[in-house]
């Protein structure tokens, strides 16, 4: 019977078949830890009397509570550091491996595994994090999991799950110029809506996806879990096995040669139907941002701030009042002529060596606005380092820009980067609910072209308005 790549990925991972209405039992093949969502996970297997099964196979970081300032000195915030210094204990006790602040793989956790080389096509890859998705763009099973399966994972390295279904988002066309992967997704958000994916995995394909770059189609992937998808997943081609190649962690020799030829082996088969197909014009997007209060509450740059009664659904109208209130919107407003406090670049979205790329060429030799600042933040250790060897940095700080050390930043507030009240940034994270970079902040999700352009211009803008 012919199938789709998740499901193909799935039935390898079978350890037991569910049965009357029972999960199936997957089999884990990387365990990602970090802070935020462990703690309780550890002190179940410590009142059981358990060990971690595959301590191989189990990595762990410091991403979300660390600051991307003064990172040798004690963390100012107590919850903070009681998560960072509970992390570490508990990678000592149970022999685990932890990239700590000050090592040159620490980092966002789903920027270290892809960059090590731990991630890899046909795996599956488990987090206690929702945007695990994103290691689906090597053509992994990537997904999410809660605190209770994170114990789950390390004390058996299985996970009880019910098959998902599978949707087909195809991608063709050539993006017009200053439109990102980012922009792809926000748009594709805003058409199916936050719960559109629920209960999927979404493969994306398509000759826009085939010529995309690892770092793109980590960003689609990444934001699939904004529109309620399973997880993401692309089929691995040359550019994966490029990106790889030569990785810390990826196989080398005969043993590199072993794993193309199965990678290559990883796609759906030609006849196999998915549950549900999406079709994308990459032709006919434009730079996208948000006005709203979640990921789907977007437009393109040059519409206007809808207005609550454009929306036919009861729900969505009251849910477009309360965003504007919260946001301090007008309906009618064009977009290009909010002003913007804050610029924020990086996260587990777009904190990449690519994204910081975008950026600096567009500032190169540039000032940002004097009404705003801009925070540059690096995704990982090695991506800062990288940077600094092509003068990114020197480029941003000459722009004004603050630059960073690596980690979750002001992608939320748990850490000092956060926003005021009222504060309002244009951030190249993923997420834009109430409160999220700060009680208060008020946040409107853009691509680092944008950002870069907005940082700039001291409103949303974009290439064309410079």
């Known amino acids: 019977m012919p199938r789709t790549l998740s499901q193909k990925l799935w039935d390898d991972h079978v ?19 970090h802070e935020v969502t462990s703690p309780q996970a550890f002190d179940g297997l410590r009142l059981a009397g358990r060990k971690v099964r595959r301590t191989d196979l189990t990595l762990a970081t410091e991403d979300h509570n660390t600051p991307t300032l003064n990172i040798m000195t004690p ?84 996970l009880p799950q019910a098959k998902p279904k599978t949707m087909a988002v195809t991608v063709n066309g050539t ?39 690892m770092e793109a189609r980590m960003t689609i992937c990444n934001m699939s879990i904004e529109w309620g998808a399973r997880a993401g997943i692309v ?4 550019t994966t096995f490029a990106y790889l190649k030569g990785r810390p962690h990826a196989p080398s020799g005969a043993l ?34 948000t006005w709203g209060t979640n990921p789907g509450q977007g437009v393109g740059i040059g519409d206007e701030v809808p207005s609550p009664d454009s929306f036919t659904d009861p729900v969505d109208k009251a849910a477009a009042q309360r965003a504007l209130e919260y946001m301090g919107l007008e309906a009618g407003t064009p977009m290009r ?14 904190g990449r060596i690519e994204d910081l790329r975008q950026a600096a060429e567009i500032l190169q030799g540039k000032r940002i606005a004097d009404s705003l600042r ?12 990288q940077a600094m060897k092509e003068g990114l940095d020197k480029v941003f700080i000459d722009a004004g820009a603050e630059w960073r050390e690596a980690g979750c930043s002001m992608c939320l507030g748990m850490n000092p980067d956060t926003l005021s009240p009222g504060e309002r940034s244009a951030s190249t994270s993923n997420r834009n609910f109430e409160g999220r970079q700060g ?12 950002a870069a352009a907005t940082a700039l211009k001291g409103h949303l803008a974009d290439l064309s308005d410079l």
């Open 337 to 350: 002529q909010i002003a913007i406090d804050t610029v924020f670049l990086g996260s587990c979205t777009n």
């Open 374 to 385: 801009m925070l540059v933040v690096p995704g990982s250790a090695r991506v800062r380092l």
């Open 256 to 289: 590199w040669d072993e794993a193309v030829a199965y990678w290559s082996t990883l796609t759906s088969d030609p006849d196999a139907i998915f549950d549900r197909e999406v079709i994308i014009d990459a032709s006919t997007l434009t730079p996208f941002v």
């Open 235 to 238: 089929a691995p081609d040359e």
């Open 15 to 33: 350890v037991k078949a569910g049965s009357d209405g029972t999960p199936d039992l997957l089999y884990i093949d990387l365990h990602l830890v």
């Open 175 to 213: 993006l017009p110029d200053g439109v990102t992967a980012k922009d792809l997704i926000l748009t594709h958000i805003s058409r199916v809506g936050t719960g559109g994916g629920a209960g999927f995995v979404a493969e994306y394909r398509g000759d826009t996806i085939e010529k995309m770059s």
């Open 439 to 450: 009680k208060g902040g008020r946040t409107h999700l853009v691509s680092p072209v944008v």
């Open 75 to 158: 963390i100012a915030d107590p919850v903070s550091r009681l998560q960072v210094d509970t992390l570490r204990k508990n990678a000592e006790e149970f022999g685990i491996r932890i990239h700590s602040l000050g090592d040159k793989d620490q980092g966002v956790v789903h920027i270290i595994g892809p960059q090590l080389g731990l991630t890899q096509p046909g795996m599956t890859v488990v987090c206690g994090d929702s945007h695990t998705s994103t290691h689906g763009a090597f053509g992994a099973l990537a997904f999410g999991i809660g605190t209770s399966e994170v114990e789950h994972v390390l004390a058996t390295q299985t």
